[in-house]
T-cell receptor, first 115, second 112 residues
Framework: DGGITQSPKYLFRKEGQNVTLSCEQNLNHDAMYWYRQDPGQGLRLIYYSQIVNDFQKGDIAEGYSVSREKKESFPLTVTSAQKNPTAFYLC??????????????FGEGSWLTVV | EDKVVQSPLSLVVHEGDTVTLNCSYEVTNFRSLLWYKQEKKAPTFLFMLTSSGIEKKSGRLSSILDKKELFSILNITATQTGDSAVYLCAVPSGTSYGKLTFGQGTILTVHP
């Protein structure tokens, strides 16, 4: 079945360690996104990529890094520079820029807890 | 900067009640407004609204957009415990449809 796979679903890390969250899609979508969700807040955009080998910062990119070497993969690294990394992270994809709003697909999310 | 504000932030009702969730927005280049339901995991798509005054319906849920006053409402009639979730409103920003600006969400709790 087509969809977006995020891993791991739950991750615990010590403060100061970098951690990488995986996002893979087999929908042949050009664009991919990473969102962060904190309790009591909606989703906030971290990074997005509209095409392979290109990505742009979203609203809260500080302390994060991404790569887009393959169309189907968009991993997110939470670095030690991110001050409050504990959150729920959602990956999403869409066919292309200018698609319709109901063709945005979300992964199941990854819960990151930093202790 | 695009902005989306939802109200109320939380709502507790009993089964059978009708609820109205609000979403106001400010966006540079409006294309559509989206409603999602989120139950612990990935948001699931409910409605996409592009035109004022045209109600979208799906079972007990309905939504309408007012582009003049820059808001949308989501109505749920005869609520059930399965409606308990976070309801998110979002607008696309920039040139990519997945680049969404979300509201804070409304936490709906439906008691038996």
């Amino acid at each position: 079945d087509g969809g977006i796979t995020q891993s791991p679903k739950y991750l615990f890390r010590k403060e100061g360690q970098n951690v990488t969250l995986s996002c893979e899609q087999n929908l042949n979508h050009d664009a991919m996104y990473w969102y962060r969700q904190d309790p009591g807040q909606g989703l906030r955009l971290i990074y997005y990529s509209q095409i392979v080998n290109d990505f742009q910062k979203g609203d809260i990119a500080e302390g994060y890094s991404v790569s887009r070497e393959k169309k189907e993969s968009f991993p997110l690294t939470v670095t030690s520079a991110q001050k409050n990394p504990t959150a729920f992270y959602l990956c999403a994809s869409s066919p292309r820029a200018g698609g319709t709003g109901n063709t945005i697909y979300f992964g199941e999310g990854s819960w990151l807890t930093v202790v | 900067e695009d902005k989306v504000v939802q109200s109320p932030l939380s709502l507790v009702v009993h089964e059978g009640d009708t609820v109205t969730l609000n979403c106001s927005y400010e966006v540079t280049n409006f294309r559509s407004l989206l409603w999602y339901k989120q139950e612990k995991k990935a948001p699931t798509f409910l409605f996409m609204l592009t035109s004022s005054g045209i109600e979208k319906k799906s079972g007990r849920l309905s939504s309408i957009l007012d582009k003049k006053e820059l808001f949308s409402i989501l109505n749920i009639t005869a609520t059930q415990t399965g409606d308990s979730a976070v309801y998110l409103c979002a607008v696309p920003s920039g040139t990519s449809y997945g680049k969404l600006t979300f509201g804070q969400g409304t936490i709906l709790t439906v008691h038996p």
